[in-house]
């Protein structure tokens, strides 16, 4: 992996988030840092399934917002 310098990405560290799902259970997810070895920045490797995981509590969340605003207009 590259940074926007051109500098190569290597394996900083990882950060431990904890997820919640709508019923209440709780996950722990793992998020690799990688930091480039020429200018130091740092970004963070989300995996798949939690950016997917994310984007469909996203749309369900415009969805319900969508709803709400429908039905206060009639």
Same mark, same amino acid.
């Given at each position: $992996?590259? =940074? *926007? /310098?051109g500098? @190569?990405m290597?394996?900083? @560290?990882?950060a431990v988030?904890?997820v919640r799902?709508?019923g209440g259970?709780k996950?722990? %997810?793992?998020?690799?840092?990688v930091? /480039?070895? #020429? =200018?130091g #920045? %740092?970004r963070r490797?989300?995996? *798949?399934? %939690?950016?997917?995981t994310?984007?469909? $509590?996203? $749309?369900?969340t415009? &969805?319900?917002? &969508?709803?709400i /605003?429908e039905?206060?207009?009639?």
């Amino acid at each position: $992996m590259k =940074c *926007e /310098c051109g500098g @190569d990405m290597k394996h900083h @560290d990882k950060a431990v988030r904890i997820v919640r799902e709508k019923g209440g259970a709780k996950h722990r %997810i793992y998020i690799e840092r990688v930091k /480039c070895e #020429k =200018c130091g #920045k %740092i970004r963070r490797i989300f995996p *798949e399934n %939690i950016l997917l995981t994310l984007f469909f $509590m996203s $749309m369900n969340t415009i &969805f319900t917002y &969508f709803r709400i /605003c429908e039905n206060s207009y009639k």
